[in-house]
T-cell receptor, first 113, second 115 residues
Framework: GQQLNQSPQSMFIQEGEDVSMNCTSSSIFNTWLWYKQDPGEGPVLLIA?????ELTSNGRLTAQFGITRKDSFLNISASIPSDVGIYFC?????????????FGKGTKLSVKP | DSGVTQTPKHLITATGQRVTLRCSPRSGDLSVYWYQQSLDQGLQFLIQ???????AKGNILERFSAQQFPDLHSELNLSSLELGDSALYFC??????????????FGPGTRLTVL
């Protein structure tokens, strides 16, 4: 099946630092989504991207839909302790299953105050 | 709060048993999706229902089944449970009309432990 490769797997950063993570695939997709999962909770949608080259912000978060349509990037500026969690990239699988999400394995973010 | 509710929050059972997980979608959402999250496999799509009918199937075992009722709530049935079925099970819902921009909202999950 389709695979999304997320990196890095985990990050340990100091409060106030900027964070970058990415997601790549060997396949082309028309949608890129970024979710955040807090411990004990379900994933929450942060940003949705629908066009190649699109750059979208949500507060301190900025995500980009890669020009090749095979990758996406998420940046978090001036990190704060509540940014801790697991960040997942996801996309829509239009193959055998109409519209279900496929997820990367996640980037676990830890922030030191 | 996503508006999607799942019960129970935790479930502990023994191998060979059968359990039912319940999900209520957000008001107005017609699509319900079930996902399994385990440490080794990550988040995996299981099955989708739209307005009572099965719409898509993912990596769902034959021992698992689901249904969506006329009031749009959904149940995921897991039978002949094995140790490897221990995982977090998430339900998500969406309006279900336009696939490309159809945002899925996730519930808080049910943590299943099979002993």
């Amino acid at each position: 099946g389709q695979q999304l490769n997320q990196s890095p797997q985990s990050m340990f950063i100091q409060e106030g630092e900027d964070v970058s993570m990415n997601c790549t695939s060997s396949s082309i997709f028309n949608t890129w989504l970024w979710y955040k999962q807090d411990p004990g909770e379900g994933p929450v949608l942060l940003i949705a991207l629908y066009k190649a080259g699109e750059l979208t912000s949500n507060g301190r978060l900025t995500a980009q839909f890669g020009i090749t349509r095979k990758d996406s990037f998420l940046n978090i500026s001036a990190s704060i302790p509540s940014d801790v969690g697991i960040y997942f990239c996801a996309t829509l699988d239009y193959g055998g299953s109409q519209g279900n999400l496929i997820f990367g394995k996640g980037t676990k973010l830890s922030v030191k105050p | 709060d996503s508006g999607v509710t799942q019960t129970p929050k935790h479930l502990i059972t023994a191998t060979g048993q059968r359990v039912t997980l319940r999900c209520s979608p957000r008001s107005g959402d017609l699509s319900v999706y079930w996902y399994q999250q385990s440490l080794d496999q990550g988040l995996q799509f299981l099955i989708q229902y739209y307005n009572g009918e099965e719409r898509a199937k993912g990596n769902i075992l034959e021992r698992f089944s689901a249904q969506q009722f006329p009031d749009l709530h959904s149940e995921l049935n897991l039978s002949s449970l094995e140790l490897g079925d221990s995982a977090l099970y998430f339900c998500a819902s969406s309006v279900g009309l336009i696939l490309l921009t159809d945002t899925q909202y996730f519930g808080p999950g049910t943590r299943l432990t099979v002993l």
